[in-house]
């Protein structure tokens, strides 16, 4: 049971005011700044609707309860390590720097009092001119330097100081677009006042209604573990704070020594640095841990991890420590980054990766991932040849139930990471894959409305036709200059349009690849008219695969059964280009 010792309301201008003890993300908790545009513009909504509501003077609209945070506090109170609501402090503290900029840019010799003011006052100040600044709220180590460059540092002088800090991180990021997106909606709102006195003072009841106004409840506790248990506990009722965060603050509290922690921010740091998304860090979380220990929902990944780890770590025989893990998901992490991004340097593996990723296939990752630690990457080929042939033909063509495919996928990475050889799992791959006759039939009736996997059907079907032909291997899955068309259009002309239009529009027999510009001229004409844009094209499934079959000469209309007869003939193809198991040399 969590110790607390106060929990007291505190406006924002007393927790990062000049007169109270600093509050300092530890380095050892919380997570990096990760508000998007969404939850930024919904601040500033908030904050504006708070201000129209306290202009009216009543006392149920003088103050805005903002959330709880958590800190970790000395007896005396003289610091205050911020353990919950670094995201709300981190974007207030964007906001107040907004607002001291506008103010800066000012002309009146008020408006730059009242600039410096804010920055003294809530940001940070300095005993004398030389002296380093006393910051009011210090970030963790992902992200201190940037913040304090970007934001908090302040020339009385000059104002806004130049940055020389460069954005390194996501996080780094998303604190530019956040500072940006308050200036941008502080310019909005000071265009519609035309006289600088009622700027100074839109702008100043801004800062008061921040600083007196937004209300939090500080919940103080004497440790890490009980800051740790009342974090826990408010997070699980929210969305404050991701498995990332929790996972990251759970291996510092089970960290023996500096070491294991220092272990633990390295392996942070390789993660930060590494995905460019905060999304895709989740993700690589979730399928590392999918990897070696079989499926967990996303919902319940932090539970499980902690659950099997306290576990682990609290075992005396065999002794797995917080370093192990560290390391093993730091390792892992460079592997999944060449696997997604299609960099492993073995130029077969890597196109087949790219493949991966223009189906969207993330149920293959947990196992590729777990291969990747048991092989080399030439290894890996035939395996991911037989994984996109089962995806393709379960999944895209076949419509069936994915969450199948995910639960055999994922069992089977659990089997690889216990030692399964890599033969093994690309014949029990093999023994599920849709055999030649069921993915013909499949093949043949198959309607594909996602633009995505249309394209990627029909562009790996045209490499193959190339390389058939023995003409020039261009690959068109990944450039943006090739589309797909769909030869009856999407939105025909009233006298030609199908009755059975919705039946027909999706099939992979009416679809097939343009050139941009060939498909922009193209777009929804009759066929005798889209006719020269087929015949220009260079693209062999526009030219060789009986396009003409869909109009109907005699009658001047389209003709349906030219759809079935051509995705016929593309179906016998795609025996070759999808087979089941490995593909032969040389067929794609």
């Known amino acids: 049971m969590a110790i607390i010792k106060n929990a007291a309301r505190q406006t924002l201008g007393q927790l990062i005011g000049a007169n109270n003890p600093p509050v300092v993300v530890p380095d050892d908790s919380q997570r990096q700044y990760a508000w998007g545009k969404r939850e930024v513009?919904?601040?500033?909504?908030?904050?504006?609707?708070?201000?129209?509501?306290?202009?009216?003077?009543?006392?149920?609209?003088?103050?805005?309860?903002?959330?709880?945070?958590?800190t970790i506090t000395d007896d005396k109170i003289t610091t205050r390590s911020l353990l919950d609501g670094q995201q709300r402090l981190t974007t207030s503290t964007i906001l107040i720097a907004a607002i001291r900029d506008t103010l800066g840019a000012m002309a009146a010799t008020e408006a730059r009092v009242m600039a410096n003011n804010l920055q003294r006052d809530y940001?940070?100040?300095?005993?004398?001119?030389?002296?380093?600044?006393?910051?009011?709220?210090?970030?963790?180590?992902?992200?201190?330097?940037?913040?304090?460059?970007?934001?908090?540092?302040?020339?009385?002088?000059?104002?806004?100081?130049?940055?020389?800090?460069?954005?390194?991180?996501p996080s780094h990021k998303l604190i530019e677009d956040a500072y940006g997106a308050f200036k941008t909606h502080i310019i909005r709102a000071l265009d519609h006042i035309h006289d600088d006195e009622t700027r100074?003072?839109?702008?100043?009841?801004?800062?008061?209604?921040?600083?007196?106004?937004?209300?939090?409840?500080?919940?103080?506790?004497?440790?890490?573990?009980?800051?740790?248990?009342?974090?826990?506990?408010?997070?699980?009722?929210?969305?404050?704070?991701?498995?990332?965060?929790?996972v990251r603050n759970f291996l510092m509290e089970k960290s023996r020594n500096d070491d294991e922690k220092d272990r633990v921010n390295n392996a942070w740091r390789s993660l930060l640095d590494g995905f460019e998304r905060r999304e895709d860090i989740e993700k690589f979380l979730r399928h590392f841990w999918v990897a070696r220990h079989g499926d967990v929902r996303s919902h319940s990944l932090y539970t499980t991890i902690r659950e099997e780890l306290t576990d682990r770590f609290d075992n005396a025989m065999p002794r797995y420590e917080v370093r192990t893990f560290a390391a093993e998901l730091q390792n892992a992490s460079g592997r999944y980054i060449e696997l997604i991004t299609s960099d492993t340097g073995v130029e077969e593996l890597d196109g087949l990766l790219d493949e991966v990723r223009s189906l969207s296939a993330d149920a293959a990752y947990p196992l590729l991932l777990a291969i990747s630690e048991a092989a080399n990457y030439t290894e890996m080929v035939k395996v991911t040849q037989a994984l996109i042939s089962y995806y393709v033909r379960w999944t895209v063509v076949g419509r069936r139930e994915s969450t199948l495919l995910e639960?055999?996928?994922?069992?089977?990475?659990?089997?690889?990471?216990?030692?399964?050889?890599?033969?093994?799992?690309?014949?029990?791959?093999?023994?599920?894959?849709?055999?030649?006759?069921?993915?013909?039939?499949?093949?043949?009736?198959?309607?594909?409305?996602?633009?995505?996997?249309?394209?990627?059907?029909?562009?790996?079907?045209?490499?193959?036709?190339?390389?058939?032909?023995?003409?020039?291997?261009?690959?068109?899955?990944?450039?943006?200059?090739?589309?797909?068309?769909?030869?009856?259009?999407?939105?025909?002309?009233?006298?030609?349009?199908l009755d059975d239009h919705g039946q027909w529009i999706n099939r992979l027999g009416n679809q097939t690849l343009l050139h941009g510009r060939k498909n922009r001229s193209a777009s929804n004409k009759t066929y005798p008219e889209k006719v020269s844009a087929y015949d220009s094209s260079s693209l062999l499934?526009?030219?060789?695969?009986?396009?003409?079959?869909?109009?109907?000469?005699?009658?001047?209309?389209?003709?349906?059964?030219?759809?079935?007869?051509?995705?016929?003939?593309?179906?016998?193809i795609a025996l070759d280009v999808w087979p089941v198991g490995a593909r032969d040399e040389g067929t794609l």
């Open 41 to 70: 513009d919904t601040y500033w909504q908030d904050i504006l609707k708070f201000m129209r509501a306290r202009s009216t003077g009543s006392q149920a609209s003088s103050e805005y309860f903002i959330g709880p945070i958590v």
């Open 200 to 246: 100074l003072d839109w702008l100043d009841e801004l800062a008061d209604c921040l600083m007196k106004g937004l209300v939090f409840v500080e919940v103080q506790t004497p440790t890490s573990s009980d800051a740790n248990e009342v974090f826990e506990t408010i997070n699980s009722r929210g969305k404050d704070l991701s498995t990332v965060d929790l």
């Open 407 to 497: 639960e055999k996928l994922f069992k089977l990475s659990k089997q690889v990471s216990a030692g399964l050889s890599t033969d093994d799992a690309c014949a029990q791959i093999t023994s599920w894959t849709p055999d030649d006759g069921t993915f013909q039939t499949d093949f043949a009736q198959a309607s594909i409305p996602r633009s995505t996997q249309a394209r990627y059907l029909l562009s790996t079907i045209e490499q193959y036709l190339r390389q058939r032909a023995g003409v020039d291997d261009v690959v068109v899955a990944g450039t943006t200059a090739v589309h797909v068309e769909h030869v009856y259009p999407q939105s025909p002309e009233a006298e030609f349009r």
């Open 541 to 572: 499934i526009t030219q060789d695969t009986g396009i003409e079959r869909l109009w109907d000469d005699e009658r001047g209309a389209w003709r349906v059964r030219g759809i079935d007869e051509r995705q016929a003939e593309l179906a016998k």
């Open 123 to 169: 940001i940070a100040r300095r005993d004398g001119r030389h002296a380093q600044p006393q910051y009011f709220l210090t970030l963790s180590l992902f992200d201190r330097d940037f913040f304090r460059d970007y934001i908090q540092n302040w020339s009385e002088t000059t104002g806004r100081q130049f940055t020389t800090e460069k954005a390194s991180r």
